[in-house]
């Protein structure tokens, strides 16, 4: 048995669904688009290191092959109530510290390949879909995402840098999508895929939710014409996945309960996020976002948004109390939600704010949200 061979057996052993192996040239096309589209991922420079990242051995001198792990986190279902809310990925607990990829599993294989005499060093910042796609374990689809065969496109990729040289692979496999597929790209809502294999990352829903005013360099906050079509996604975003026919066969397998996700998902609605207090994010809330929203805030923040864009008048009782929050954020984004449902009920509970806020920022949301009604 070959090393890479034994490297793969030993992965597939742990759990994961694939492994391959790349070469560490820099990925010319992930540097043309970042110089081509710098102004969209201008706020990821400092915080993923993209540019250094795309070239793995200025990154790390001594790398010689990307070793890339497959974990395919579609494997128990999702309670219904939680999908259109919070993408698959983040229900997976799939990047939590202890767990999935990143937990036990992941420090086995890397002792394992320290005791074949390999020096290994993992980076979550090195480009994952690329690094996988050159190893050959899938192609990129029009939406982004990169699809494996036989599992799809709700996969996640661990890569790592060693320093021997296991013959990797430095193919760029075109894409698999059928001609006439557009599917991704015309069921985005917010034109955030605006071409074939390009997405604008300040027009995705996914990343508003959880970068606008939370990450460093990032917009501080939502465009109203994104908020209006973010329906009920209060974190992440799964439409240009869930349309796509590369996927359609593993949507339709009937899977093995979560029972975690099956004993939260009664609590995990609309009112109760918005209204949450802090030991709600902690204990129910915050062990499904590994980190990515770091203050509850932002997170009631997008369910307002979400209750504005039901257009259900009942919301309206959630948002007069959420009105009172100490947090002018949460106050703001009330504001325009009550706007958004509108209707006399809406104008009177915007026009009591009127009277009682201070804070400028809410009271201009609440002048706009006024105006149009
Ligand atoms: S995740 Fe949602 S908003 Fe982002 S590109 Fe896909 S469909 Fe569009
Ligand atoms: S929806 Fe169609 S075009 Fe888009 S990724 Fe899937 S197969 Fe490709």
């Given at each position: 048995?070959?090393?890479?061979?034994?490297?793969?057996?030993?992965g597939l052993e742990l759990g994961f669904d694939g492994v391959g192996f790349a070469a560490t040239d820099p990925f010319d096309g992930l540097l043309q688009a970042l110089q081509e589209r710098g102004e969209g991922y201008r706020w990821a420079e400092g915080?993923?290191?993209?540019?250094?990242?795309?070239?793995?051995?200025?990154?790390?001198?001594?790398?010689?092959?990307?070793?890339?792990?497959?974990?395919?986190?579609?494997?128990?279902?999702?309670?219904?109530?939680?999908?259109?809310?919070?993408?698959?990925?983040?229900?997976?607990?799939?990047?939590?510290?202890?767990?999935?990829?990143?937990?036990?599993?992941?420090?086995?294989?890397?002792?394992?390949?320290?005791?074949?005499?390999?020096?290994?060093?993992?980076?979550?910042?090195?480009?994952?879909?690329?690094?996988?796609?050159?190893?050959?374990?899938?192609?990129?689809?029009?939406?982004?995402?990169?699809?494996?065969?036989?599992?799809?496109?709700?996969?996640?990729?661990?890569?790592?840098?060693?320093?021997?040289?296991?013959?990797g692979s430095s193919d760029e496999v075109s894409s698999r999508c059928p001609e006439d597929c557009n599917r991704c790209i015309e069921a985005c809502p917010t034109g955030a895929l605006y071409e074939p294999f390009k997405m604008d990352p300040l027009r995705?829903?996914?990343?508003?939710?959880?970068?606008?005013?939370?990450?460093?360099?990032?917009?501080?906050?939502?465009?109203?014409?994104?908020?209006?079509?973010?329906?009920?996604?209060?974190?992440?975003?799964?439409?240009?996945?869930?349309?796509?026919?590369?996927?359609?066969?593993?949507?339709?397998?009937?899977?093995?309960?979560?029972?975690?996700?099956?004993?939260?998902?009664?609590?995990?609605?609309?009112?109760?996020?918005?209204?949450?207090?802090?030991?709600?994010?902690?204990?129910?809330?915050?062990?499904?976002?590994?980190?990515?929203?770091?203050?509850?805030?932002?997170?009631?923040?997008?369910?307002?948004?979400?209750?504005?864009?039901?257009?259900?008048?009942?919301?309206?009782?959630?948002?007069?109390?959420?009105?009172?929050?100490?947090?002018?954020?949460?106050?703001?984004?009330?504001?325009?939600?009550?706007?958004?449902?509108?209707?006399?009920?809406?104008?009177?509970?915007?026009?009591?704010?009127?009277?009682?806020?201070?804070?400028?920022?809410?009271?201009?949301?609440?002048?706009?949200?006024?105006?149009?009604?």
């Amino acid at each position: 048995m070959s090393l890479t061979e034994e490297i793969t057996e030993y992965g597939l052993e742990l759990g994961f669904d694939g492994v391959g192996f790349a070469a560490t040239d820099p990925f010319d096309g992930l540097l043309q688009a970042l110089q081509e589209r710098g102004e969209g991922y201008r706020w990821a420079e400092g915080l993923l290191q993209l540019s250094e990242a795309a070239a793995p051995r200025v990154l790390m001198p001594g790398a010689r092959t990307l070793i890339v792990l497959v974990y395919d986190y579609h494997k128990l279902a999702f309670p219904p109530e939680l999908l259109g809310m919070a993408g698959r990925v983040y229900l997976a607990r799939l990047y939590l510290g202890k767990t999935r990829i990143f937990g036990s599993r992941l420090r086995l294989f890397k002792k394992f390949l320290e005791q074949k005499g390999m020096t290994v060093e993992v980076r979550r910042t090195l480009p994952d879909r690329q690094a996988a796609v050159r190893a050959g374990l899938g192609t990129f689809g029009r939406n982004t995402f990169v699809h494996v065969p036989g599992h799809g496109s709700f996969v996640a990729f661990v890569v790592m840098a060693v320093d021997a040289d296991l013959g990797g692979s430095s193919d760029e496999v075109s894409s698999r999508c059928p001609e006439d597929c557009n599917r991704c790209i015309e069921a985005c809502p917010t034109g955030a895929l605006y071409e074939p294999f390009k997405m604008d990352p300040l027009r995705c829903i996914a990343f508003q939710t959880y970068s606008a005013g939370n990450f460093p360099g990032t917009p501080p906050d939502i465009p109203p014409e994104i908020r209006e079509k973010m329906g009920r996604w209060v974190y992440g975003c799964d439409i240009c996945q869930e349309v796509c026919p590369r996927n359609r066969r593993r949507l339709r397998q009937t899977l093995p309960p979560d029972a975690y996700l099956a004993e939260i998902a009664p609590h995990f609605t609309l009112e109760n996020l918005l209204l949450m207090d802090e030991q709600f994010y902690r204990s129910r809330v915050q062990p499904l976002l590994y980190g990515y929203i770091w203050e509850k805030k932002f997170l009631q923040r997008n369910a307002a948004i979400a209750l504005g864009n039901s257009g259900d008048e009942a919301a309206l009782k959630h948002l007069r109390l959420s009105l009172g929050d100490e947090e002018p954020l949460v106050r703001r984004y009330s504001a325009w939600a009550a706007g958004r449902i509108g209707g006399g009920k809406g104008r009177k509970l915007l026009e009591r704010q009127l009277k009682s806020e201070s804070d400028p920022g809410v009271l201009s949301e609440i002048r706009i949200a006024l105006e149009k009604l």
